[in-house]
């Protein structure tokens, strides 16, 4: 059980920093810089590959404490179902930011009146 709950502060922690990350992410976006931005999005994805790791050592922990729960203490179940809880609300946070990021990046992808931004200026070129 404790391995389960050790693991899962670690996943926390990882999405504590993904977190993090994101909200950078959205400011370098914000204000075009591209290098930061990217420099970002590259050490985000190394995290989300720590999470994957950390999903894959978690996954039989978390099978054994579904299957055997009725019979442990109600506080380490109430830690667990806390960890897990904190961890959904990192990632919906997250989710929440890439989101806008992807709606501002798409708006910036189109010229003012919808028209994809590529062929607004080729219709100026050719006039």
Known sequence: MQKLIDGLKE???IYDKILELTVAE???FSKSESERFMAILTERLDLM????ECENKLKPLREEWMAGRENLPDE???????LVTKIKEKMDKILEIENYVMQEKAKQDKGVTGV???KAINSYKNM
């Open 26 to 28: 959205k400011e370098a």
């Open 116 to 118: 994809p931004k590529s």
């Open 11 to 13: 996943e926390l922690l």
């Open 76 to 82: 380490h179940n109430k830690t667990v179902v806390d």
């Open 49 to 52: 590959n720590k999470i994957s």
